[in-house]
């Protein structure tokens, strides 16, 4: 499986990322995202993997009242095939130290 995300930063401003990375099934993995007003990091296993400065795409017609975890909010996009376990959701944005020392836990 490929190493995709979209972040979903606000009503209608997204980040993409495309990774070249391949998750091997059966795999225990660590992934994180960290947000700032300018930035937004993706981390696996504790290590930054990508980072996107003020790259995030504001589209001011699209207005999302739902947003999904593993799930598109496009019918047409299959569900994510993997367990989440351990979601934490942070009020601030995680320095790499503070996602390596969390993910160790």
Not at 8 to 17: A, E, G, K, P, Q
Not at 32 to 58: H, M, P, R, W
């Amino acid at each position: 499986y490929d190493l995709n995300a979209v972040i979903l930063l606000s009503n209608n401003i997204t980040c993409h990322f495309f990774s070249l990375i391949k998750l091997n099934l059966d795999i225990w993995y660590h992934v994180g995202f960290s947000v700032t007003s300018s930035k937004a990091s993706l981390y696996l296993n504790g290590i930054l993997l990508l980072q996107k400065d003020n790259e995030c795409q504001f589209n001011p017609y699209i207005l999302r009242n739902i947003s999904y975890i593993g799930k598109s909010l496009w019918a047409a996009d299959d569900p994510t095939n993997a367990d989440i376990d351990d979601l934490k959701i942070y009020s601030k944005s995680l320095s790499e130290e503070e996602i390596k020392n969390d993910m160790n836990k």
